[in-house]
């Protein structure tokens, strides 16, 4: 699930897409909040996909169903990091990419004491004391997260570790969004 800022005749709205193999929904909506997907995923079950947006971060919380946060998104924000705090955000980026690599070789047919060996190998690493308050921000609300929502891929060959195919899906109307105005 993905969702971006769209602008008709001025105002914000926000398009949303919810993908599964076989099926797509888009809309278009004035908010962006957790009601949205709430009511048009109503009692839906699975394993929701997502960028750790806020509203989906609240489905989540009351949909009760699985999750997975994307690792393209957490690998991005970790370059912001990079660009910034130079060689500590550059450590933390290399250190994730590490653990995000190991995470991939089990396609999907990894265990919970994998997951148990993963999440413990992420807070190994990423425990140190950081220069930049952003940097130790960012760690300590990466490593406070749910492990299983971190690396249920490692456990389900049918979850993928990133939202990517959302993104993907909203693409093309983005790009006539910016082209046409």
Not at 13 to 41: D, M
Not at 43 to 71: I, M
Not at 122 to 141: A, G, I, M
Request: glycine residues 4%; hydrophobic residues 30%; proline residues 3%.
């Amino acid at each position: 699930m993905d969702s971006t800022s769209w602008r008709i005749d001025g105002n914000p709205y926000n398009l949303w897409t919810f993908l599964t193999k076989s099926e797509a929904i888009f809309h278009i909506s004035r908010g962006n909040g957790h009601e949205i997907p709430l009511e048009l995923l109503k009692d839906h079950n699975g394993t929701d996909v997502h960028d750790r947006y806020p509203a989906f971060e609240t489905l989540a919380w009351k949909s009760e169903n699985d999750q997975q946060y994307c690792w393209s998104h957490i690998i991005c924000h970790v370059k912001e990091l990079e660009d910034f705090y130079g060689d500590e955000g550059k450590r933390i980026k290399r250190l994730l990419q590490t653990v995000y690599d190991e995470a991939k070789e089990y396609h999907g047919l990894g265990t919970t004491d994998n997951v148990e060996y993963l999440h413990h190998k992420l807070v190994f690493l990423l425990d140190s004391d950081h220069d930049s308050r952003k940097c130790s921000k960012f760690v300590k609300n990466l490593v406070k997260r749910k492990k299983e929502w971190l690396f249920n891929f490692v456990m389900n060959p049918d979850v993928e570790p990133t939202n990517n195919r959302a993104e993907r899906a909203l693409r093309p109307s983005v790009i006539y969004m910016k082209i046409s105005g």
